[in-house]
């Protein structure tokens, strides 16, 4: 047997994690699917966002990632997920001198 999934974890006799990272990213992106409405609402606040994203989202990402060896590689895929999740949560900036709209940078949404 090659490959088999025990609690959740894909368990398999490679050295690399890159599969099992990969699966734990198509189940957050379905989470974040699920709760995309919530996230870009108006009526909720961007804190009660902010800890829809950590208890729902993030749990769902990093199950198990006491045993993953990362690489540079699957370090960036979960860098960007986290920031497609936090820009859509912050959504866009203003700039007040041009009053043109604009994305966050990722050092902007890493001090929000």
Known sequence: MEEFKYLGTT???????VEEID???????????????LL????ISKILKIK???II???VVL??????????REERKLRLFENMVLRRIF????VEVTGEWRRLHNEELNDL
């Open 11 to 17: 368990l398999t006799n490679q050295i690399s994690d």
């Open 23 to 37: 699966s734990r990213l198509r189940s957050g992106i379905a989470c974040y699917h699920s709760v995309q409405n």
């Open 40 to 43: 870009s609402s108006r009526l």
């Open 52 to 54: 829809i994203y950590r």
């Open 57 to 59: 989202i993030l749990y």
């Open 63 to 72: 199950y198990g990632y006491e045993t993953w060896s990362l690489t540079l």
């Open 91 to 94: 959504g866009t900036s203003r």
